[in-house]
C-alpha cells in the first residue's frame, strides 16, 4: 500500500502562509497525494465552510503522514517485565516468544494469584482522601516515568484487534490489570478506582458534577490545567477535554438491558443489538468527554480512560454474576463462536499481552483472586465515611444516588462563558479516528445552567441541598 502511495503522490506545495507567515515567513512544502488534492479541490464547492472544509482534508494528510506508533522492542520488554513480576516466577521468554511470538507457551504460570496482592476496587469518589491521594501520586510517578504514555500506545495499536467484537471485555480486563500493577510497583496499596458515570448522567446535567474540580478530576474544559492531571502534555500538546458536546454518560436503562441478556453473544459485536452493546455503552463517556478522550490515539493520556474503563470492567462483573445465578449460564465458558483467524477468536492470543489468550481473560481466577469490585453506592447511604460536603447524595424520590453538583457549593459553573460551537474554531490537531458517535439526550454544557436552575426549581424532597 506504501507504493501506491507513492505512485500517487504529486509534489506540490501547500501555502499554508496564511497560518505561518507572520512568525516563521516560509512555506510549508510537503509532498500530497492524490486523493487530498481531489478532497480540496471538492472543498471549494463545500457547502458549508470551504476553509473548514479544506482544514479536514490536510487533517486527513497529516494523519496519515503520523509517525508509526506500532510498539517499539522497549515497549514490549515493558511488558515482558511486567508479566514476569506479576507471574512471580521466572518465564523462558526465548521458548514464549518462538517465531514472531507465534511460539507455544511451554511453561505459561498459572497467574492464579498475583505476586502483588488481592486488591478491592472502589468508585472514585469513595475512596478515602488518603486512598486517592496515593492513587494520584501512583499515576503521577507513572505519568513522569512515561507509564502512561506506553499505556497509551499500548491502547491506541490494538484498536483494530479487539475492539468490535467479543474480545473487547477479555483484552479490556487485561489491559487493567497490567495498568494496575504498573501502578502497584509505585504504592503496593494502590488500586484501580472506577468511575460510575451514571452517578453523573443522574444528575440535573453531568456538567455540573464535583467530578470536574481540582479535587477529583480536574476541569472538564479546554486543556487541563486543574486536577491530578493538571498540565499534563503527550506530542500535540495538553491533555485536553471538551466536555458536555455530544453523547451522555453510562445511563441507567443502558445497564439494566445489559443485565437482563444472558450470553456475552447478547452483548458484544457483532451479534449484540445496538440497545445492549457494550462497545455503543463504552463509547458513550469517550464522545461525552471529547477532546483526547474521544480519540483512540490518545484517550489512554488521560486518568479519567482508565476509570471509565473499570467501570465496564465492573459492569461486566456484574453481568457474570447474573449469568450465574439467573441464566445458569457459566461465564468462565462462555465465548461466542469466532471464525479462528480473527483476532476475536477464543484462543487467539490477545494482542501485547501475548501470554494470554482471549479466553484467559474470560477465566474466573481473575475476580476472585485477584481483584474485586466495591459495590456502586445506593441509596440511602450514598457516600458512608465520606466527609462534608459528601461528592455523592441520595435523589430520594428517584431512590439513586447522584454526584454532588458545584451549584450546592455555591459554585457558578464556569461554562457559563463557554461560547457557542458555531463561534469557536479549533484548529484540528492531529489526534487520528474518533470513537463512533453516540446519541445524545440533549443535555449539553450550553444548556447546563439552566438545567441546574430547573432542577433547583422543581426539587421536591431534595432542595435542603441546593441553597
Ligand atoms: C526490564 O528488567 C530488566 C531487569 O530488571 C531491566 O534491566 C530493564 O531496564 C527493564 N526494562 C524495562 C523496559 O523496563
Ligand atoms: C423546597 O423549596 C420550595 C420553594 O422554596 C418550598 O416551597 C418547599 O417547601 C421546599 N421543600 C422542602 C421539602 O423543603
Redesign the pocket.
Known amino acids: 500500500m506504501a507504493m501506491t502511495w507513492y505512485l500517487q503522490v504529486l509534489i506540490v506545495s501547500v501555502c499554508l502562509k496564511q497560518c505561518l507567515s507572520q512568525t516563521l515567513n516560509q512555506q510549508i512544502c510537503i509532498m500530497v497525494p492524490q486523493s487530498t488534492l481531489q478532497c480540496m479541490k471538492d472543498s471549494e464547492i463545500s457547502p458549508t465552510n470551504p476553509m473548514f472544509a479544506q482544514i479536514s482534508c490536510l487533517q486527513d494528510l497529516f494523519w496519515s503522514l503520523r509517525p508509526d506508533r506500532s510498539l517499539s522492542e522497549i515497549d514490549a520488554e515493558y511488558i515482558r517485565n511486567l508479566t514476569s513480576t506479576m507471574s512471580g516466577q521466572p518465564i523462558d521468554w526465548r521458548e514464549h516468544l518462538g517465531v514472531s511470538g507465534q511460539g507455544k507457551m511451554p511453561n505459561k504460570p498459572n497467574f492464579l494469584y498475583p505476586s502483588s496482592g488481592y486488591r478491592k476496587r472502589k468508585e472514585f469518589r469513595l475512596m478515602t482522601s488518603t486512598e486517592r491521594l496515593r492513587f494520584n501520586e501512583a499515576m503521577k510517578r507513572a505519568y513522569l516515568d512515561g507509564v502512561i504514555d506506553r499505556f497509551a500506545r499500548i491502547h491506541a495499536s490494538i484498536v483494530y484487534f479487539h475492539y468490535n467484537g467479543p474480545s473487547f471485555l477479555s483484552w479490556n480486563r487485561m489491559f487493567l490489570i497490567y495498568f494496575e500493577e504498573a501502578l502497584r510497583r509505585y504504592d503496593p496499596n494502590v488500586f484501580l478506582p472506577y468511575w460510575a458515570s451514571p452517578l453523573d448522567n443522574a444528575m440535573d446535567n453531568p456538567v455540573n458534577s464535583v467530578l470536574w474540580t481540582p479535587a477529583y478530576f480536574g476541569n472538564g474544559e479546554g486543556p487541563v490545567v486543574s486536577g491530578p492531571a493538571a498540565y499534563w502534555r503527550h506530542d500535540q500538546g495538553f491533555l485536553r477535554r471538551y466536555y458536555g458536546r455530544r453523547s451522555t454518560l453510562v445511563t441507567r436503562p443502558q445497564i439494566r438491558r445489559i443485565y437482563s441478556k444472558c450470553r456475552l453473544a447478547d452483548i458484544s459485536r457483532p451479534t449484540a443489538d445496538l440497545r445492549n452493546d457494550i462497545e455503543y455503552l463504552t463509547a458513550g463517556p469517550h464522545n461525552w468527554l471529547g477532546g483526547d478522550m474521544n480519540t483512540y490515539e490518545y484517550a489512554g493520556y488521560d486518568p479519567v480512560f482508565y476509570m471509565h474503563r473499570a467501570y465496564i470492567d465492573y459492569i461486566w462483573e456484574e453481568f457474570r454474576e447474573k449469568q450465574r445465578v439467573r441464566c445458569s449460564v457459566e461465564p468462565s465458558t462462555d465465548y461466542p463462536e469466532v471464525p479462528m483467524a480473527s483476532s476475536h477468536s477464543r484462543h487467539a492470543r490477545m494482542k501485547v499481552f501475548s501470554m494470554f489468550t482471549n479466553n484467559d481473560g474470560i477465566l474466573n481466577h481473575w475476580t476472585n483472586n485477584w481483584y474485586s469490585y466495591e459495590n456502586e453506592p445506593e441509596c440511602p447511604d450514598c457516600c458512608p465515611g465520606c466527609n462534608n460536603p459528601a461528592p455523592l447524595r441520595c435523589k430520594r424520590w428517584q431512590n439513586a444516588c447522584v454526584s454532588r453538583s458545584t451549584w450546592a457549593d455555591g459554585l457558578i459553573p464556569s461554562q457559563v462563558s463557554v461560547q457557542s460551537p458555531t463561534s469557536v474554531f479549533q484548529m484540528p490537531r492531529n489526534r487520528g479516528a474518533l470513537f463512533e458517535s453516540t446519541f445524545g439526550d440533549g443535555r449539553t454544557i450550553y444548556t447546563a445552567v439552566e438545567d441546574a436552575l430547573a432542577a433547583a426549581r422543581n ?3 431534595d ?2 441541598t441546593i441553597v
Open positions: 426539587s421536591q424532597p432542595n435542603s
